[in-house]
C-alpha cells in the first residue's frame, strides 16, 4: 500500500524534465486547485442552489435562513480549525462546515425528516461543478488506452485532496484499476460533530467524474463499491473494462442510503 501511495503524485517526467522540479510544482498547483474549489466554489454554488430551493419553498425566509446558514458555518469553523493540515482540507473545512450549516437550518424546513434534508443536499451538492468533470473525463474516455489515462489522471491529482486523505492505487489486473480512500477528512469531521451519514452530501458530489465514463465511448465501467459514510473500512473507486456499451454505473451509495436503506 505505502508503494502505490508513494507513485500516486504525478506521472514520471517525459524526456528532457527535470524530474524533482517538475512533480512539486505540478503537485502545488494541484493543491491549490483543491483548496479553491472545495473552500470557494463549492459552497458558495452549495449555498446558491439551496437558495433557490429556499424561493420556491419559503420565500420570506430565504434571506434569514441562507445568513443563518453563513453564520453557524462561520462558528463551526472556528471551532474546528484544529482539523486541517494543509492548503486543501483548510478548504475542505469550509465546505463541511457550510454543509453541515445548511443541514441544520433546513432540518426544520423538511419537517424534521433527517434523510430527505440529506438527500436534498446530496441532490444540490452533486451538482457542483458537475460539467468540468464530465468534460475532462469525456476526454480521457477517448483516448486510446483510456483505462490506462484516467488511472495516470487519477495518480496526478492526488494532492488534489491534500495530506489528511490516505489514498492507495491498484492496477488489479489489465482490466481493473481501484482508488481507495481509507481516511477522509469529510467523514472525520461529521462523525466529530456526530453525524456521520451527513458525509454522502460530498459523496454525491465526488461520484461526478466516475458518472462520465461512458462505456460505449470509452469500453469501461465505473463502480463504487464501499463507502466508510456508510461504515465500510474505506472507499472504494474502481474502473474496470467491459464490452457492454450500456453498462451501468453502480454506486454504493445509490444503493444503500438513496435507494433507502440506510437509517435516517
Not at 73 to 100: I, K, N
Amino acid at each position: 500500500m505505502d508503494e502505490t501511495q508513494n507513485q500516486s503524485v504525478a506521472r514520471p517526467a517525459s524526456p528532457g524534465e527535470h524530474d524533482g522540479h517538475r512533480r512539486p510544482v505540478r503537485g502545488k498547483m494541484w493543491e491549490l486547485e483543491g483548496r479553491w474549489l472545495m473552500g470557494r466554489v463549492a459552497p458558495r454554488e452549495l449555498l446558491e442552489g439551496i437558495g433557490r430551493y429556499l424561493r420556491l419553498e419559503t420565500p420570506e425566509r430565504k434571506d434569514e435562513l441562507l445568513a443563518l446558514m453563513r453564520t453557524r458555518a462561520e462558528e463551526l469553523e472556528e471551532a474546528d480549525r484544529d482539523l486541517p493540515v494543509d492548503g486543501p482540507s483548510q478548504g475542505m473545512l469550509a465546505l463541511t462546515t457550510t454543509v453541515l450549516a445548511a443541514y441544520e437550518a433546513l432540518l426544520p424546513v423538511f419537517d424534521e425528516d433527517q434523510r430527505r434534508t440529506i438527500l436534498f443536499l446530496q441532490h444540490v451538492l452533486g451538482a457542483v461543478a458537475r460539467r468540468p468533470f464530465e468534460i475532462a473525463f469525456e476526454a480521457l474516455g477517448k483516448r486510446e488506452d483510456a483505462l490506462g489515462a484516467i488511472e495516470a489522471s487519477c495518480r496526478q491529482e492526488a494532492p488534489f485532496y491534500g495530506s489528511y486523505f490516505s489514498i492507495a492505487f491498484d492496477r488489479q489486473d489489465a482490466d481493473t484499476f481501484e482508488m481507495r480512500a481509507e481516511r477522509c477528512f469529510f467523514r472525520d469531521f461529521f462523525a466529530r460533530h456526530g453525524n456521520p451519514l451527513l458525509t454522502t452530501a460530498v459523496c454525491a458530489w465526488d461520484a461526478n467524474w466516475m458518472r462520465a465514463v461512458d462505456p460505449a465511448v470509452s469500453g469501461l465501467r465505473a463502480e463504487r463499491t464501499s463507502l466508510m459514510s456508510l461504515g465500510d473500512d474505506a472507499c472504494r473507486f474502481r474502473v474496470v473494462r467491459t464490452g457492454d456499451p450500456l453498462a451501468p454505473y453502480t454506486d454504493a451509495l445509490d444503493q444503500r442510503f438513496s435507494g433507502g436503506q440506510a437509517a435516517s
